[in-house]
């Protein structure tokens, strides 16, 4: 079975950075659509970014071209760079992941199709 675990996550002044990291274990990592989802408090989970299993990467409008998604296969390993982090950025975040159904399905739809979820890493960012 697929397990996703996350870290990095922590407590930062806005303006600051983190990388947070998923390692995944227990499946072929190139036949899966991975993506990043956060929950702030109180909000709805919602995708932040998502990769094909071509590495076609989508963001979304929210991070404002400050995050930046990436993978090393031969870790099994996901990374989102977060950079310019505001207090709106606080939350938990998750990565994620779904079996190839041929294609992989645009960010603002993913959610549908996640089979697996990380535990969860939380990130607070601070005036």
């Known amino acids: 079975q697929m397990q996703l675990v996350e870290s990095g996550g922590g407590s930062v002044q806005a303006g600051g950075s983190l990388r947070l990291s998923c390692t995944a274990s227990?499946?072929?990592?190139?036949?899966?659509?991975m993506s990043w989802f956060r929950q702030g408090p109180g909000k709805e989970r919602e995708a932040v970014a998502s990769?094909?299993?071509?590495?076609?990467?989508t963001y979304a409008d929210s991070i404002k071209g400050r995050f930046t998604f990436s993978e090393d296969d031969t870790k099994a390993t996901l990374y989102l760079e977060m950079n310019s982090l505001q207090p709106e950025d606080t939350a938990v975040y998750y990565c994620?992941?779904?079996?190839?159904?041929?294609?992989?399905?645009?960010?603002?739809?993913?959610?549908?199709?996640?089979?697996?979820w990380g535990q969860g890493t939380l990130v607070s960012v601070t005036s």
């Open positions: 227990g499946y072929i990592f190139d036949r899966f659509c």
């Open positions: 994620a992941a779904d079996r190839v159904r041929g294609s992989c399905p645009p960010l603002k739809s993913i959610h549908r199709f996640v089979e697996h």
């Open positions: 990769m094909t299993d071509g590495g076609l990467i």
